[in-house]
């Protein structure tokens, strides 16, 4: 089965032949993703203190430089999974940055907005996670397929959008807040949370399977590309409910 998160294609495991002298466990990409999450604070603190000074054009540069360099590393950690180990830092300190450029900017015009979504992000990852624990949601070939289509129709629908508005045509779904766009935004938002379901079936999967210990890494590494995803899209889900 593949998962819906295209840097967790469970298709790998059949692919890792090496053996290295300390096997992947879950314990250890829990605490790869603790590790990751500190840089990612770390970095948005240095932003968010940036903003504070009112060094708006600096923190500006910085979120499309964090976005930027974020996604060259996550399309470089996807094809190379063995540089997760040394990208995925990268990685989660660039994403800090970004997120807390774009979360100054929306936060000084919708006060309170930023906490909220932290905390709904924050409270569906640890939902999906005893969902999946307790076996409520079981992964089986239909559900990996009908996240991997829906994930596949998103991210043609972004590739799309990014190329209209390249040559300045509107975007309704960026630029409205209509019942349309808001319902969109929260299947997108759906799909994100049920892809974490994903996430920790890779990271138990790999665990049995033993696969090489660097696979901490590069399950750590996904699992924040999805919560990084799905924090925006809760982001902006609010925002268009504050903008009606």
Known sequence: M?????????????E???ISDRPMTVAGSMNKFMILTLLLLVA?????????????????M???GGLITGFILAIVISFKRDWAPFLAPLYA????AALSGISCFVEARYPGIVIQAVSITFLTAITMALLYKLRIIRVTAMFTSVLFTAMTAIFIFYLISI??????????????????AIIINIVIAGVAAFSLILDYHFIERGSNAGLPSYFEWYGAFG?????VWLYIEILRILSRFNNR
Do not use: C
Request: aromatic share 18%; net charge neutral.
């Open 16 to 18: 890792a032949y090496a």
């Open 223 to 227: 699992l924040m590309v999805t919560l």
């Open 93 to 96: 300190f660039a994403e800090g």
């Open 62 to 64: 910085l979120t499309w």
């Open 163 to 180: 190329v209209m508005a390249l040559f300045g045509l509107n975007v309704p779904y960026f630029t409205s807040n209509s019942p349309l």
């Open 44 to 60: 948005a603190g240095a932003v968010y203190y940036q903003f504070s000074l009112k060094h708006f054009d600096y923190v500006n």
């Open 2 to 14: 593949r998962s819906s998160n295209p840097m967790l294609r469970e298709n790998i495991i059949s």
